[in-house]
């Protein structure tokens, strides 16, 4: 593989996905970046960006101090930015300099946290990973931190109904066109309480309570690794699945269950097995699967999901591929006779193929913002 | 609206009044904050303006997204690739093997090959001494018929010796070749955006018999070669210095420096030295000059007291246009910069000295992500981070000197201030979307 992309775009990056997960919550996240991190990640994939204040920056890494080892001014420059702007928690993202010149982040964040007076994270992102890998790592430190040990008095979570923390919510793969809304007044339609959402729309004194929900959804991969820590943490069940169009049945039944037995469910895979389907669907391995799953319901179809970004085995069935490369990609691509994809997907589709657009903020930014669906409301 | 999910902070460290500013940079380096206004160009705008080249980036996915989308918004992705590294580069150290396979596999599947190519490592190539020179002799050997130039996406670069965007407008000339020179040929070096046809440097030229050439405005590829034959390099913008003195000792052309300015002394000084080099009469810049005094008297009787701001995005030279409108009795009360250029030294200690009220703001200060981006009285803002900071809908709309030059661009502002002032504009939709006089498909 020569990891050539001759015509496709890239996906959001770990980095931006650290940013985009704790956006809403309060603190400040430095990216220790040259230049540029910033402006990809406010540009291409945070669109709340322009409406919605969050501190997030660049430590403006010169290359003086990157080969001199002079970490005194990211130390610096932070800890007087948190006493301007009072944030209630610091996180630091590693980039590829920082991390070819081996600096040393959890001491940083050590004499940071020491000074400044706040909490301190330090996230070992280096821009090779896809945003499942930072979003999933800011999620999980954040449930971890703010829920404390699980063994405080109860307070506000006496809500009536089977109680539920959305995971995995980010503008990446939901962007800002209604599905998080749709998702949050299913669950209230179906009867269940919210806790918390991770991480649009919820503060931290709301992911505090989040020890208390009866059953997680994590409705992408990126919420697994929250998952994982707060069914460790308080024993919490989890269940994979995107609410999507008809799919949002099979959803209420497997938390109502997974609430009930306190065993986990993986939802998005429960759909026939697509070895011998035509049709492929690119994208986030828990939508995607979730979304055929809709399919699936309403064609009687069997779908083929092609995850081009990281994911679990155990959330794909028989025939599902995992690829990212183009030349990879275009191989598998030129034997189906319906594509649902990102339209930056396109170039590489065979001109036979009916092309179905599914626009992904993490693939293709803003560009086709518009046309990124409801997806609760799809699939009925 | 904006939502405000921090608590209000004060004003002290991002703003300074004039008298208190320290020059050049008013602002110590600390965390950097990037605002939405995003019109200025950027790496991937300026390559594109080689006509018919192919740009080809090597980075990790974080750095290749923000290019891979500058170029598809912009609707050229069939002119741009892209070349992952991944974490087992680095640690492999196969960088120069990578590279050199992946230029190759995206020539030879590319539909026909492009007259030229830019291809641009990156910080990781730096400073895991990637042999660089070694991978452009083998293309070059590989592709005889194809000029490489050497673009460079090392942003670590961007507070010490030359810039990505410096170095960039530098290569951008490099196809060029060593040709008899033709007097009767002049270029344009260094600017993105056209130079307005209506300008006195336009003028002089035309009336010297010589074609003025522009690489904004090359069409083809071989016009573009065609601008090796000027004898003369005209250069408006600071930026375009260095690739106008590369030109001048590789090419043996000659250079003049004759900066986009608001000076009328100034002005009058470099069309005099044009009309010398091109050997024409000298223009009559008296008349030139009562026709701005018109042209600025008529926008203050429309814009009055108004306040307005300016930033250094949408010319080089802020302060030199502050100073001219506070001389005209306009009511600028911001400067938003963060350093300010060698050539603006006097006019900074004639505001200091004139007008020590003037505010100097930051645009990547920390605090500017928090404090009001809003002014309560209605404000004309020359400059798309100006518009943003204040929230205003009345504003130039410009970047990088708009191509504005000479007497006639002090006429040109002075229109275009009475426009913004009239007119509202959607900024939140105008100002997000990147290189301003690029296609825009968002």
């Known amino acids: 593989m020569r990891q050539v992309a001759r015509r496709i775009s890239t996906y959001t990056a770990d980095v931006s996905g650290v940013c985009s997960a704790l956006y809403e919550l309060g603190g400040m996240v430095v990216m220790h970046d040259p230049s540029g991190c910033n402006s990809t990640y406010n540009t291409h994939d945070e669109p709340r960006w322009y409406a919605m204040d969050s501190l997030i920056f660049i430590s403006g890494l010169a290359e003086i101090d990157a080969i001199m080892g002079n970490d005194d001014k990211l130390i610096d420059d932070v800890v007087t930015a948190a006493k301007q702007l009072s944030p209630q928690f610091v996180a630091l993202a590693r980039t590829p300099i920082p991390m070819l010149n081996g600096t ?44 404390g040990d699980g063994c405080e008095e109860q307070s506000d979570c006496d809500a009536d109904g089977i109680r539920v923390n959305l995971l995995g919510v980010t503008p990446l793969d939901f962007s800002v066109t209604g599905t998080v809304e749709s998702m949050k007044e299913l669950l209230k339609e179906e009867g269940f309480a919210l806790v918390s959402c991770m991480a649009m729309g919820s503060s931290l004194e709301e992911i505090s309570q989040a020890g208390w929900a009866d059953v997680n959804l994590v409705v992408s991969s990126v919420g697994l690794p929250a998952a994982r820590l707060l069914q460790k943490k308080f024993g919490t069940p989890y269940v994979v699945g995107t609410p999507v169009g008809r799919f949002v049945n099979q959803i209420a039944t497997d938390l109502r ?9 993986i939802s998005c895979n429960a759909r026939p097995d697509s070895v011998d389907s035509k049709i492929a669907l690119i994208g986030e391995s828990v939508l995607s699967g979730s979304m055929a799953a809709a399919i699936s319901q309403v064609h009687g179809k069997a779908v083929k999901v092609i995850c081009p970004l990281e994911a679990e085995e155990g959330l794909f069935v028989p025939g599902d591929v995992r690829a990212s490369e183009e030349e990879e990609l275009e191989k598998i691509l030129k034997d189906m006779s319906v594509i649902i994809a990102d339209p930056m997907y396109r170039p590489i589709c065979p001109e036979d193929a009916a092309f179905y657009e599914l626009p992904h903020e993490a693939f293709s930014g803003r560009i086709y913002r518009r046309k990124i669906p409801d997806f609760v409301k799809i699939l009925q | 609206m904006l939502k405000k999910i921090h608590g209000l902070v004060s004003e002290l460290e991002a703003a300074w009044p004039i008298s208190e500013t320290s020059y050049p940079v008013p602002f110590p380096s600390q965390l950097e904050y990037n605002s939405a206004a995003h019109g200025t160009w950027n790496i991937v705008h300026i390559g594109m303006l080689i006509p018919d080249a192919h740009q080809i980036y090597i980075c990790t996915g974080n750095c290749n997204r923000g290019v891979v989308l500058t170029a598809a918004e912009m609707n050229a992705s069939h002119r741009f690739s892209t070349i992952t590294v991944k974490e087992e580069n680095i640690l492999d150290g196969d960088m120069e093997e990578l590279i050199i396979d992946g230029v190759t596999d995206i020539l030879e599947h590319l539909d026909r090959k492009p007259p030229a190519v830019i291809v641009f490592p990156s910080c990781v190539h730096r400073f895991m001494g990637c042999d660089i020179p070694m991978v452009y002799r083998v293309l070059r050997s590989r592709y005889p018929d194809i000029y490489f130039v050497e673009g460079y996406m090392d942003c670590i670069l961007q507070k010490a010796g030359i810039t990505p965007d410096q170095r960039l407008r530098r290569e951008l000339y490099s196809c060029l070749e060593a040709q008899p020179l033709n007097s009767k040929s002049v270029n344009i070096i260094g600017n993105t955006l056209r130079v307005d046809k209506d300008c006195e440097l336009v003028e002089l030229v035309g009336r010297a018999g010589c074609e003025l050439k522009q690489i904004s405005a090359c069409k083809t590829f071989e016009e573009y070669l065609s601008m090796g034959e000027s004898y003369l390099n005209l250069t408006l913008l600071p930026v375009g210095k260095i690739p106008a003195e590369t030109l001048k000792e590789r090419l043996g052309m000659k250079h003049l420096y004759l900066p986009q300015c608001f000076g009328y002394e100034e002005i009058a000084g470099y069309l005099e030295l044009l009309a010398k080099e091109l050997q024409v009469a000298p223009l009559d810049v008296k008349e030139r000059m009562e026709r701005c005094e018109a042209a600025l008297q008529k926008a203050k009787e429309v814009i009055g007291d108004t306040p307005i701001v300016i930033d250094y995005t949408a010319i080089p030279r802020p302060l030199g246009l502050a100073r001219l409108l506070l001389e005209h009795g306009f009511s600028v009360i911001r400067v938003y910069a963060d350093s300010f250029i060698p050539d603006e030294e006097e006019d900074f200690r004639w505001l200091q000295a004139h007008n020590p009220q003037l505010m100097i703001y930051s645009t990547i200060h920390v605090k500017m992500r928090v404090l009001p981006r809003i002014i309560e009285t209605k404000v004309l803002a020359i400059g798309q981070k100006a518009a943003y900071f204040t929230g205003t809908p009345y504003f130039v709309n410009m970047v990088e000197g708009g191509g504005l030059y000479g007497f006639s661009g002090i006429c040109k502002m002075a229109e275009l201030m009475t426009e913004a002032f009239l007119e509202e504009k959607d900024t939140e939709d105008l100002i997000k979307r990147k290189g301003l006089g690029c296609e825009s498909c968002i």
């Open chain 1, 104 to 147: 040393d982040f959890d001491a940083i964040a050590s004499v940071i946290e020491r000074k400044a007076g706040i909490p301190v994270f330090y996230f070992p992102t280096n821009g090779t990973h896809s945003y499942v890998y930072g979003v999933g790592m800011a999620l999980e430190k954040i449930a971890d931190y703010y829920t």
């Open chain 1, 257 to 265: 269950t997974a609430a009930d037995t306190g065993k986990s469910i």
